[in-house]
């Protein structure tokens, strides 16, 4: 167990639609990751962000966004959706920055139909 | 551009023998190398990483990583693998100057008995 929780397991939506995956990092980390994971793509860094304040951006589209809260908890909102965003976005947290390791947690898989 | 390649899609090896995941890296800048593993259906783990220093790395379950500038390398190795070493392996730098993460495609490791 890496300490890092996400929500939901599985989420299963229609083209056009609008979910929200939700991320609880370890305690103590101040950075949180998020990740899409699919067949075609690989693994790609979305966004990162560092104690509430965006950090770094990868390759997220501007239909996908992102925040973290005070309580550093993080939700990435997914809007508009299509058949090529279904895949497994995990959420990651490190201490502090990129040069540290990050804790991966379970994964949502999202299928959108 | 920064860019991380795995050349293997899979290796097979078998249990005891010398396993070694290649990895290679684009030397704009000075990433920091890291490796992680992915067991089905669970996030990625920390593995090792590289930043300065000593060129062999020692990290996670026996595993050992050798840096070499010249060759723009980081490969994965382990003297004797177990068959629960089988999983799916990926390199990542992180070029903090982009503050970027890239991860390679991955590498399926399927040790047999």
């Given at each position: 167990?890496?300490?890092v929780t996400?929500?939901?397991?599985?989420?299963i939506?229609?083209?056009?639609?609008?979910?929200?995956?939700r991320?609880?990092?370890?305690?103590?980390?101040l950075s949180?990751?998020?990740y899409?994971?699919?067949?075609?793509q690989?693994?790609?860094f979305?966004?990162?962000?560092?104690?509430g304040?965006?950090r770094?951006?990868?390759?997220?589209?501007?239909?996908?966004s992102?925040q973290q809260?005070p309580d550093l908890h993080?939700?990435?909102?997914l809007s508009s959706?299509?058949?090529?965003?279904s895949?497994?976005?995990?959420c990651a947290?490190?201490?502090?920055d990129l040069?540290?390791?990050?804790?991966f947690?379970?994964?949502?898989r999202l299928?959108v139909? | 551009?920064?860019?991380?390649a795995?050349?293997e899609d899979?290796v097979?090896?078998?249990?005891?023998n010398?396993l070694?995941v290649?990895?290679?890296?684009?030397?704009?800048g000075?990433p920091?190398?890291?490796?992680y593993?992915?067991?089905?259906n669970?996030g990625?783990?920390?593995?090792?990483?590289?930043i300065?220093g000593d060129?062999?790395?020692?990290g996670?379950y026996g595993?050992?990583?050798?840096?070499n500038?010249?060759?723009?390398?980081f490969?994965?190795?382990k003297?004797s693998a177990?068959?629960?070493?089988s999983a799916?392996?990926f390199?990542?730098?992180v070029?903090?100057?982009?503050s970027?993460?890239i991860?390679?495609s991955?590498?399926r490791l399927s040790?047999?008995?």
């Amino acid at each position: 167990d890496s300490g890092v929780t996400q929500t939901p397991k599985h989420l299963i939506t229609a083209t056009g639609q609008r979910v929200t995956l939700r991320c609880s990092p370890r305690s103590g980390d101040l950075s949180v990751y998020w990740y899409q994971q699919s067949l075609d793509q690989g693994l790609q860094f979305l966004i990162q962000y560092y104690n509430g304040e965006e950090r770094a951006k990868g390759n997220i589209l501007e239909r996908f966004s992102a925040q973290q809260f005070p309580d550093l908890h993080s939700e990435l909102n997914l809007s508009s959706l299509e058949l090529g965003d279904s895949a497994l976005y995990f959420c990651a947290s490190s201490l502090r920055d990129l040069e540290g390791e990050q804790f991966f947690g379970p994964g949502t898989r999202l299928t959108v139909l | 551009a920064q860019s991380v390649a795995q050349p293997e899609d899979q290796v097979n090896v078998a249990e005891g023998n010398p396993l070694t995941v290649k990895c290679t890296y684009s030397v704009s800048g000075n990433p920091y190398l890291f490796w992680y593993v992915q067991y089905p259906n669970r996030g990625l783990q920390f593995l090792l990483k590289y930043i300065t220093g000593d060129n062999l790395v020692k990290g996670s379950y026996g595993f050992e990583a050798e840096f070499n500038k010249s060759q723009t390398s980081f490969h994965l190795k382990k003297p004797s693998a177990l068959v629960s070493d089988s999983a799916l392996y990926f390199c990542a730098a992180v070029y903090s100057s982009a503050s970027k993460i890239i991860f390679g495609s991955g590498t399926r490791l399927s040790i047999r008995p």
